[in-house]
């Protein structure tokens, strides 16, 4: 049985941040959970390009993601369109 590979740092700092966009709209109500579970994968979707070397980029990226998070969190928030 073939194992996975091994992921950087980054890698697993992107995986972490994927999952936790997911268990976030688990919290929101049932009728827009697919939107928020549609917009973290187009988000993580528009920037499957970016080259896996530029570091920069990727730690920029992880940290808008973050922020973005953190906004939609928010219990206030119960909808997203986008």
């Known amino acids: 049985m073939a194992r996975a590979p091994r992921l950087s740092g980054l890698q697993r700092d992107v995986l972490s941040l994927y999952r936790r966009c997911l268990r976030a709209a688990r919290t929101k109500p049932a009728s827009t959970r697919p939107n928020f579970e549609a917009f973290a994968r187009r988000e993580f979707g528009r920037n499957v390009g970016v080259d896996k070397k530029d570091f920069g980029a990727i730690e920029f ?14 219990p206030g928030i119960t909808n997203i369109a986008g």
């Open 61 to 74: 990226l992880l940290r808008k993601g973050q922020k973005q998070l953190e906004v939609y969190e928010a």
